[in-house]
């Protein structure tokens, strides 16, 4: 197999471009997601557009933080965002090979992952408030809670596939392989509920519970530095939805670059993300929050389903 | 004779390094009356030894041969070939900086301790160094008890209740770890039929066809014994407590050399002594090194004492390691030479990276315990403003340990996932359900080392200080500083370089595996067969991307004000208080519920009754004797 792993690789600019294009976009997914929210709570609510309003003002607007705090604190909105463009290069959208080879490997994928975690973790550590480390410590249990579930789904995928190269992967899944239908099926849901934790979504609010800790380690957070970490937070949603969407839904990526099959690519993922974000904000006003300390007995059934996915494929092989 | 010595072949080079490291130790030992003198001849004398034993390490590896020679001035037989060269290098590189802290950290301490821990830390190296390079059994055995022996008086000079403990913990398992291999090697000698000593060569041990039945015997108790050492769990109970009570340079030299001899013996035997090993040596291994992973992992994450937390973190790494080894020897066992040679190389690579970050964490821990007398990081907190080079250091070393991208830690890590997707896509089936479990148990401990550093670097360096002495905590002399940056730098250059780095440790693996090397990088990339990642291209994106929304953030500024820094953080209305702020066992308390049964594990492993049985003053004491007349005779017994 051949990887494009350098610059050299013809595709660096779509990988640029694709990241650029995510982070302006996040917001209006955000700002869709409220106007879901708002609808199902029959009541008017912001339009599309308001967290990109609230952004731009939230950047005019000084950062004020605690006398206890450092660099951690006030670098990491952009060390998260950053990262999670990083990622963002790396995922198949609309090519159906990863267009930044360097990064294309799913254990890299997983362990930049692991950055954006620690850099939000440390973040609130660096404050000297109460509710602050609570939503580090618990962000960092959700790691551990939510990352065997995604390696093993994603693992399961990449033997079906025969490689750990998320080109690959989005390309088995594109060319279904009948015989390992219940597999690639199986693994797609363990990802799907691993996706759902990492986004944060109720019942999986933990980290950042508004009304119980005061958004984690927001909670210090103002003006010019809340504006960027509202940004990032929306990005990464956004990104952990593109990684399950572009391995498990990779369906009308262009596999030959010509302005035709971009043009629908470009569509169907926009598509696609569109309905992901509604079936979840769907879920998300519908349930109540989990007991932080019985998640992992929630978190059980995500592995399950993975480690069922591995049964299937130790079985068809 | 003299002449040899200065002809600078890795032989007279060793024969230097072994020299150097004896006649400093004891040179500084005499003169420990004056600080200055002592604390210089020590520190030169570490510095040069190293020195010559990495030149020594570089030769041998770019010779690439095995050649077995009689070292020039001493009665000692040398094999040098690539897997001993690289576990030189290994150990070496880590004692330089660790000799550079001494340097600073013996003019501080009292005279008493002052001489002990210099002449004692060298005496050890030297026996390491003896031993990474031991042609034969009887000598390996000789100098890793002298290096134990050595070990156990740099616990026990602390007197305290926990170290004694430590001590005699540390005193038994070596002993009962010597006496396996004693028994494995004696096993091996009988059936080899052999008359003479000749017949515990490893080169002759090589070229003996064994029965079977002897064969598993002897790996068992290699691997015992060698276990012991290395700190496998459960064989690992000297190795939290030790790592704390001895100096902070002394504890980095236990974990970057000491239980790496453990581990290098357990790929000698396993892969290269007793020919291909059966399919079961390789599971056996696999499921002891992720056990000692994932235990080793959890457990660091309940302690508050640094070094304690930081030596549960080796027992992590020694478990990551020997996933490597274990995978290697089921890649041979079931003739598939990418998975022997990438598990291999993975876990020859984490090794040495091992010793690299782990140098800066130990020396790093050590400043803070200097600079502010405090052990437990509960009571720390806000030393990076105080003592920000360390805090640098320190970062880079956690992130190194967590395996983050684009780090060395990172680097061989990543070959470790490749090679047990390999594994994963054999064609047997222990395999491949083997392989995506051991995936998901590294992916979980990674998860787990995550949450620990986060908490180390939070806790310790970040938010407000909890107590006066971290509040007035200096920086650390520049010796101690440069010690801890170093290694650190050297994590990063690994990590970003590793795919020109990669081809020489798989040069390495072949060796022992005596297959051909293959390189593993291409046009600078990591590339194992099956997917490709490429450190250098990582770490230029992860530099440059957070510069977008620094950009956004400055384009939309508008009339934005400078950022401000006043007040206490916000608590709900209530005026703040230090001990609202979460501690490090808040912090960890929720895994502290979710693996309730796995934390109490220890207490049904270890009955209060048979502690309390084991660790009555008299057997300590005792202990404490024979280990000093057993130290006397061996140290005439290796001079004679």
Redesign the interface.
Known sequence: ?N?P???NSSLWPLALTQ??VL?AIAPLFAGFSRVMRAKMHNRQGPGVLQEYRDI?KL?????????????????M???L???L??IA?ALPMVTLTSP????G????V???F??V??VF??A???????????G???E??L???V??IL??GL??A??VA????LG?IADCVRHWPVSSSLTLILAGLACAFATYVEMGKLPFDMAEAEQEL?EGPL??YS???L??LK??ISLKQLVVLQLFLGLFFPFGMAENLTPLTLLIAVALCLLKLLIAVFLVALIENSVARLR??KT?CTTWAGFGLAFLA?VSW?VA? | MMTTLLELTSASLLALAIIAWLLSGVISWLVAASARLNSLISGVGGVLASLAAIAAAWQALHNGQVQITPLPLLHYLAEFNPLNALLLLAMSLPALFCSLYACAWLREVNKRKRARTGLLCHLLMAALTAAALSANALELVLMMELAALCAYFLIVQTDDVKSRRAGLNQFLSGRLGTLCLILCFALLYYASGSQEMEGLSFELLRHTAFTPVVKSLAFLLALTGFGLYAGIIPLHAWVPQSHSSAPAHAAALFSSALMKMGIIGVIKVGLDLLGAPPLWWGLVVLLLAILTAFIGGLYALMEHDLRRLLAYHSLENVGIILLGVGGAMVGVALNLPVLASLALLAGLFHLFNHGLFKTALFLGAGEIEMQTGIKDMEKLGGIARRMPWTAVAMLIALMSMAALPPLNGFASEWLLYQSLFQLSSSHVFVARLLGPLLAVGLALTGALALMCIAKVFGVTFLGAPRSEAAAKAISAPLAMRLASMLPALLCVIFGIASPWIIPHFSAVAASVLRITAMPFADQGAAVSGTSAVSAPMIALLLLAMPLLPWLIAGLLRGARLPNRLRGDAWACGYGHSADMVVTATGFAQPLRVMFAPLYRLRQHATPAALVAALHQGWLGAFCRRLAFIELAVLLVVAFA
């Open positions: 197999m990887f792993v350098l610059l990241a650029v982070l731009t950047l005019k607007r000084q950062s004020v933080a605690p006398a206890a705090s450092g660099a951690a604190f006030r670098s909105p952009y060390l965002t950053g990262g463009l990083v290069t930044m080879g360097a990064a490997d799913l254990i890299t997983i362990y930049l692991a950055i975690r620690f973790a440390i609130g550590l660096d404050t000297g408030s109460p509710f602050t480390g609570i580090a410590s618990r960092a249990v790691g551990v809670l990352e065997p390696l093993l693992w399961v990449a033997l025969g490689s750990t190269y690959a005061q909670t210090e003006g010019a530095a504006g960027v940004i990032g932080f300390l992992s591995l130790l092989g």
